[in-house]
């Protein structure tokens, strides 16, 4: 879900060329849930193989990872680890409206209503261990680094950018803001034409980064406060906020009350876990130094074993792939990947 504040930041649009040579720390489940939502077909059935096993999430990242490395882009992957204790009530409920929807999926289906099918599938996607897996050892053989962080992979992004190992944290989800990322690109992984939901239209989706700084001093908050708004509204460990708060209410309630304590003891607070451990746990969340940000050659004979001799992908499709990756190289005056990586 995330943070509930698109209506409150105004992102700048950029291309992906603008990140050409940057080191971007990639939200890997919210990119893979993405994937495994949205690449689907007519009737709002996933990719898969002969044998039935979903490939939609290795699909979006294989090709649309090798776009982005084709543009001179060094993403890295960030895994989620374990959550805090206090999300375990969101994580049943997901997992209960994820339930819900594929039961109307399955009704859709019935009545051969097939655009009204694929909404409901994609919001009953799941992202098992073993998809999650088969992702690692993915970009293990695309030679592109991936970290597994102790609990958030928001968390951990976002402490990297902080050090300065990556130039920007890149997910849908606003959450990277409240972990301090100083810069936050979305629709990476989504640029191009998209349809509107339940709507036979399409837009162009941009690349599109939020600065930090910039938004704080234009709102005109510290960045603790612009945590306890995102409290106010919800997030991940209090979903839905407080009732009649939204992002403009909220934000209004902050600038006027300031400290944490005028502003909470201000509301009527339901939730089972307290507002200061839900903040606590933004301005400190598990993270970690020990990881290594190597990019390497792609080994293409791992490649293909795994993507066409076991889930049977295009051969032809996926060399052609790692060629323009090359072939880019080559014509940048490099001899070859390993110049690159």
């Given at each position: 879900?995330?943070?509930?504040?698109?209506?409150?930041f105004?992102?700048?649009?950029?291309?992906?060329a603008?990140?050409?040579?940057?080191?971007?720390?990639?939200?890997?489940?919210?990119?893979?849930?993405?994937?495994?939502?949205?690449?689907?077909?007519?009737?709002?059935?996933?990719?898969?193989?002969?044998?039935?096993?979903?490939?939609?999430?290795?699909?979006?990242?294989?090709?649309?990872?090798?776009?982005?490395?084709?543009?001179?882009?060094?993403?890295?992957?960030?895994?989620?680890?374990?959550?805090?204790?206090?999300?375990?009530?969101?994580v049943?409920?997901?997992?209960?409206?994820?339930?819900?929807?594929?039961?109307?999926?399955?009704?859709?289906?019935?009545?051969?209503?097939?655009?009204?099918?694929?909404?409901?599938?994609?919001?009953?996607?799941?992202?098992?261990?073993?998809?999650?897996?088969?992702?690692?050892?993915?970009?293990?053989?695309?030679?592109?680094?991936?970290?597994?962080?102790?609990?958030?992979?928001?968390?951990?992004?976002?402490h990297?950018?902080?050090?300065g190992?990556?130039?920007?944290?890149?997910?849908?989800?606003?959450?990277?803001?409240?972990?301090?990322?100083?810069?936050?690109?979305r629709?990476?992984?989504?640029?191009?034409?998209?349809?509107?939901?339940?709507?036979?239209?399409?837009?162009?989706?941009?690349?599109?980064?939020?600065?930090?700084?910039?938004?704080?001093?234009?709102?005109?908050?510290?960045?603790?406060?612009?945590?306890?708004?995102?409290?106010?509204?919800g997030?991940?460990?209090?979903?839905?906020?407080?009732?009649?708060?939204?992002?403009?209410?909220?934000?209004?309630?902050?600038?006027?009350?300031?400290?944490?304590?005028?502003?909470?003891?201000?509301?009527?607070?339901?939730?089972?876990?307290?507002?200061?451990?839900?903040?606590?746990?933004?301005k400190?969340?598990?993270?970690?130094?020990?990881?290594?940000?190597?990019?390497?050659?792609?080994?293409?004979?791992?490649?293909?074993?795994?993507?066409?001799?076991?889930?049977?992908?295009?051969?032809?499709?996926?060399?052609?792939?790692?060629?323009?990756?090359?072939?880019?190289?080559?014509?940048?005056?490099?001899?070859?990947?390993?110049?690159?990586?």
């Open positions: 879900m995330g943070v509930a504040l698109s209506g409150l105004e992102p700048v649009e950029i291309s992906i603008n990140l050409s040579g940057k080191k971007v720390a990639v939200d890997a489940y919210n990119t893979l849930y993405q994937f495994v939502s949205t690449i689907r077909q007519y009737d709002g059935s996933p990719l898969s193989d002969s044998k039935g096993n979903i490939t939609s999430h290795l699909s979006g990242l294989y090709y649309r990872t090798m776009n982005v490395m084709k543009q001179g882009v060094k993403p890295c992957f960030v895994f989620d680890g374990k959550p805090p204790a206090f999300k375990k009530q969101t049943s409920d997901r997992i209960n409206v994820r339930e819900q929807a594929r039961k109307a999926y399955e009704k859709a289906l019935e009545e051969e209503d097939y655009e009204k099918a694929k909404s409901k599938a994609m919001q009953s996607a799941r992202l098992t261990s073993e998809m999650v897996d088969e992702a690692k050892e993915l970009l293990t053989y695309m030679g592109v680094p991936w970290v597994q962080a102790p609990s958030e992979g928001e968390a951990q992004a976002a990297m950018c902080l050090k190992d990556v130039y920007a944290s890149v997910s849908q989800d606003y959450d990277s803001l409240l972990f301090k990322t100083p810069l936050l690109v629709n990476l992984n989504i640029t191009g034409k998209r349809k509107v939901p339940n709507k036979n239209i399409y837009v162009q989706v941009n690349p599109e980064k939020i600065v930090l700084k910039d938004e704080l001093n234009r709102l005109k908050l510290f960045h603790d406060q612009l945590i306890m708004l995102g409290i106010l509204v997030t991940d460990y209090n979903p839905k906020g407080v009732f009649g708060l939204g992002p403009k209410k909220a934000y209004k309630l902050v600038l006027e009350k300031k400290s944490f304590d005028a502003v909470f003891s201000d509301v009527e607070w339901d939730f089972d876990i307290s507002p200061k451990e839900i903040f606590d746990f933004f400190n969340p598990p993270v970690i130094d020990d990881y290594k940000l190597n990019w390497r050659s792609p080994n293409p004979d791992k490649i293909f074993e795994l993507l066409c001799e076991k889930h049977e992908f295009s051969q032809t499709r996926v060399s052609n792939a790692l060629g323009k990756l090359a072939n880019l190289r080559k014509k940048e005056g490099q001899t070859g990947l390993d110049k690159f990586f």
